[in-house]
């Protein structure tokens, strides 16, 4: 008796878990699709941005000509990870904290400070758990995607304390997207880039692909104050990047639970059929013996004769 009791409580309990599951995993295949779409069109404005400066460099003194080139030795360093805001995605959030702690012990050990910054609930816990505090922190949206309201404001803050020399880099440490449910800790320098990296782009697109199109692209006229227009590039091509890079580590994050979904789904599935044809067996047999039970009592059935 109890042990088809137990074997109904968890079929009961596994039915309840199942629309659970099923929306989760609906949820993630939406956000993961929705982050490679949208970071494709982020890639392509990048990469436009970056083709206006070659043409732009001219007509800019001699002073901003050369941009923001990489210090060799950058001594104060902000390092910002990003995270998830939700767990049920594996080690997503612990492999990109690791990657995260590798190179902060490496940034200070190379003599430099390093102000640490994390993107994502889950990334902030682990930290603290393990005695770091981030210098700043932000929780992220449960369901949408990053907001490109936070790269932009991220950007100026860092562009403003660059130029004030306060900081010599920014580095992002987050989880690139490499296919389904796969991801690769990855550090990226989004600040100081360099006039190479501007032109290529976040999405790294070929030189080939660059090269053509700086030849279809017509002699601009430069009315506005070139400078001017220089730093609302800058500005608009790093935003863009650090929201691509935001892009790819959602597609990363939601392509991981949406796997993690799909194969809890499938368990509880097998679990279903399992236990439904245990609890109908044990359900049989206890009627079988109840009957056999009532006969015995009824004088039906008697106990069998030697011979027989």
């Not at 070659?54 to 104060?76: F, I, K, Y």
């Not at 990870?81 to 690791?98: D, I, K, P, Q």
């Not at 430099?112 to 505090?133: D, H, P």
């Not at 430069?222 to 500005?235: A, G, K, Q």
């Amino acid at each position: 008796m109890e042990d088809v009791e137990r074997a109904q409580t968890r079929l009961d309990n596994i039915r309840t878990v199942e629309p659970i599951l099923e929306a989760l995993r609906t949820i993630s295949l939406g956000g993961w699709k929705a982050a490679i779409k949208q970071a494709a069109g982020v890639r392509e404005y990048a990469d436009r941005l970056g083709a206006m400066l070659p043409s732009l460099a001219p007509h800019l003194p001699a002073s901003r000509r050369v941009g923001h080139e990489q210090a060799p030795t950058p001594e104060r360093i902000a390092v910002l990870v990003v995270g998830s805001e939700r767990g049920l995605c594996g080690r997503f959030n612990a492999a990109v904290t690791e990657r995260a702690e590798r190179h902060v012990a490496e940034r200070e050990a190379a003599g430099a400070t390093v102000e640490l910054m994390a993107l994502g609930t889950q990334t902030m816990r682990i930290l603290r758990r393990g005695g770091t505090s981030p210098a700043w922190s932000r929780a992220t949206s449960v369901a949408a995607l990053p907001p490109y309201s936070l790269a932009l404001s991220l950007t100026r803050r860092w562009l403003a304390r660059y130029e004030e020399h306060e900081l010599d880099a920014v580095d992002l440490v987050y989880n690139a997207y490499r296919g389904t449910a796969r991801y690769e800790p990855t550090t990226n320098r989004l600040i100081p880039w360099t006039l190479r990296a501007l032109v290529m782009g976040p999405s790294h697109a070929s030189p080939q692909t660059n090269a053509t199109a700086s030849e279809n692209w017509p002699p601009p006229i430069v009315e506005t104050d070139p400078v001017s227009l220089y730093t609302r590039i800058v500005e608009q091509w790093t935003a863009t990047s650090l929201y691509g890079l935001l892009l790819d580590s959602a597609a990363a994050e939601h392509s991981t639970r949406f796997q993690l979904m799909e194969a809890a789904s499938q368990n509880a599935d097998r679990l279903i059929t399992e236990l439904t044809l245990a609890v109908q067996t044990a359900r049989q047999q206890r009627i079988t013996q109840e009957m056999q039970e009532l006969a015995a009592g009824a004088g039906l059935v008697g106990p069998q004769q030697k011979g027989d």
